[in-house]
């Protein structure tokens, strides 16, 4: 899925925490959106998903403003991950559910999922019982079971372990490469942008101060903001 957008801003009051020209994401991007806390990534990417609407400004998805039709092929996962209070398997089946997909094929995609995540211990468990990165695998699992065009996940990673996390970056880079659907991320993780990611944004007070490749971005910006924000973390 294709997005653009033109003259996007975000005001609370008299606050300004969003203020984009332009902004182009080409269909089959894997894109990290990355930058300091306060930077407006949550907001940008709320936005993207149709879950706020801006101040100024559009976003068109594939040339077209957002409808249901565009909403129903996107999804976002959080930081905390929102699960309904019923077992894994349904928790997971749900977006195949509501889009009336055959019983038996729903049964047999989320049975393999449930396999490649590594998660069939807890198959027939509450959702309201696992631990954070058992909830996050979930949310995931629940999110890309359908195939969506458009994945935006922010700061999927940030509150679980790290076995966990490798879990769900292997996850989202076969679904990547399955699919060639378009991936935003939005993370703190430097290292995480370098395994995931084709191409970064660095936010800063609401604005893109940089769009491009993930090295030349992380590594050989000449951008001092950007600078400093790197050497806060050992890229190797």
Same mark, same amino acid.
């Given at each position: 899925?294709?997005?653009?957008?033109?003259?996007?801003?975000?005001?609370?009051?008299?606050?300004?925490?969003?203020?984009?020209?332009?902004?182009?994401?080409?269909?089959?991007?894997?894109?990290?959106?990355?930058?300091?806390?306060?930077?407006?990534?949550?907001?940008?990417?709320?936005?993207?998903?149709?879950?706020?609407?801006?101040?100024?400004? #559009? #976003?068109?998805?594939?040339? #077209?403003?957002?409808? @249901?039709?565009?909403?129903?092929?996107?999804?976002?996962?959080?930081?905390?991950?929102?699960?309904?209070?019923?077992?894994?398997?349904?928790?997971?089946?749900?977006?195949?559910?509501?889009?009336?997909?055959?019983?038996?094929?729903?049964?047999? =995609? #989320?049975?393999?999922?449930?396999?490649?995540?590594?998660?069939?211990?807890?198959?027939? =468990?509450?959702?309201?019982?696992?631990?954070?990165?058992?909830?996050?695998?979930?949310?995931?699992?629940?999110?890309?079971?359908?195939?969506?065009?458009?994945?935006?996940?922010?700061?999927?990673?940030?509150?679980?372990?790290?076995?966990?996390?490798?879990?769900?970056?292997?996850?989202?880079?076969?679904?990547?490469?399955?699919?060639?659907? @378009?991936?935003?991320?939005?993370?703190?993780?430097? =290292? =995480?942008?370098?395994?995931?990611?084709?191409?970064?944004?660095?936010?800063?007070?609401?604005?893109?101060?940089?769009?491009?490749?993930?090295?030349?971005?992380?590594?050989?910006?000449?951008?001092?903001?950007?600078?400093?924000?790197?050497?806060?973390?050992?890229?190797?």
């Amino acid at each position: 899925m294709d997005l653009t957008s033109k003259d996007l801003t975000k005001s609370y009051k008299e606050r300004k925490v969003l203020d984009i020209d332009a902004l182009h994401i080409e269909s089959g991007a894997f894109l990290g959106i990355i930058g300091p806390n306060g930077a407006g990534k949550s907001t940008l990417v709320k936005i993207l998903a149709g879950l706020d609407t801006p101040t100024t400004g #559009v #976003v068109k998805y594939d040339g #077209v403003p957002l409808n @249901t039709r565009i909403h129903q092929k996107m999804t976002m996962v959080f930081q905390k991950p929102y699960l309904l209070r019923t077992s894994v398997f349904n928790n997971i089946a749900y977006p195949l559910k509501i889009r009336k997909v055959n019983k038996n094929k729903i049964q047999q =995609q #989320v049975d393999d999922l449930i396999e490649e995540m590594d998660i069939q211990h807890i198959r027939n =468990q509450n959702a309201w019982t696992l631990s954070g990165g058992e909830a996050q695998k979930v949310a995931l699992a629940r999110a890309i079971i359908f195939q969506p065009s458009l994945l935006i996940l922010d700061e999927p990673t940030a509150s679980i372990d790290p076995a966990s996390t490798l879990v769900l970056e292997k996850t989202v880079k076969n679904f990547y490469n399955k699919t060639k659907a @378009t991936i935003i991320i939005v993370t703190h993780n430097l =290292q =995480q942008a370098k395994r995931l990611c084709d191409d970064v944004a660095f936010m800063h007070k609401g604005k893109i101060l940089e769009y491009g490749k993930t090295e030349d971005v992380i590594l050989f910006s000449k951008n001092h903001l950007i600078r400093q924000f790197v050497e806060g973390e050992i890229i190797l």
